[in-house]
């Protein structure tokens, strides 16, 4: 009784495992990851460090940030580029409105847009280093839509390993 | 002489757990806290959950990004109110400038104000339960500076627990 026990958390243990690195290796719907470069929203991102805000003018009005996870976070701080594979930015976004409390403020209406950035040299060779992922409401924008992102990093900012956020001081 | 490495390493131990709980409960130089209510930068805040970003219209024109830790931003995504002990939330703030790379951005220039709120109910009891700390280059402002925090976050945000910022979506 007590073998079969010992049998069957072994197998349990064994599914979970199998089902923890499904998890780690590929996306739970291929619908959800980006056009073109396969990038998923990554886990947890809202929970990571800031690089910086900024703003955006018309025609989009949007308040944003950007953050990192902890490779790029610490890339950043050592001023390390290019950026080391591993390296993921995300920036979030929203519709700016003016603070009905704060007359001189301006602050975050609806979410627009979660744009997402991985640094993987050999997958993304072609690229600069860098996939690409843009997402609305969650889901990735269309194809046309992740056709610009490179040739605008490229033309704009390929001397910073082709990220246009700073750190801010 | 056992025994006396032993009392040596107690007596070590001791002193360590002293200067732990000093640390925790008072500042190393207290010319670091803030007027008024003895708040400091906590440890750590760069790595803060973003609650969310602002923009500040003339004169100050900056860019502003609020985080919080842990206990903050719990109580802010399950709309908890007020916020329990514990939460403390810090404003980071730069004055912005346009982007050199892209037209249509305004992004952070130098670093301005990195201001503080902690939640204590009883200690701050006479200011809604919050103390506040105004630094600027990791120094507190002065006193004058600090006698208008509560005043005006009392006048226009008494009912969201005299916080202005809400979780961006």
């Known amino acids: 009784m007590r073998a079969m026990h010992a049998s069957l958390l072994a197998t349990a243990a064994g599914s ?56 790029a976070a610490r890339a950043y701080r050592s001023h390390t580029l290019p950026f080391p594979d591993g390296s993921v930015l995300v920036k979030l976004a929203w519709k700016q409105k003016p603070s009905p409390e704060f007359a001189p403020a301006t602050i975050p209406g609806a979410a627009t847009t979660v744009q997402v950035m991985v640094k993987d040299a050999r997958r993304y060779a072609a690229t600069g280093g860098w996939g690409f992922g843009r997402f609305i409401d969650g889901k990735p924008a269309d194809e046309a839509q992740h056709r610009t992102c490179f040739a605008c990093h490229q033309a704009r900012v390929k001397g910073h390993d082709f990220v246009f956020t700073r750190l801010a001081p």
């Open 16 to 71: 979970l495992a199998i089902a923890a690195l499904a998890l780690a290796t590929e996306p739970a719907d291929k619908g959800l990851v980006s056009p073109i470069y396969g990038v998923s929203l990554p886990h947890g991102y809202r929970q990571w460090e800031v690089i910086a805000p900024a703003m955006e003018g018309a025609p989009l009005d949007e308040l944003r940030v950007v953050v990192g996870n902890a490779t």
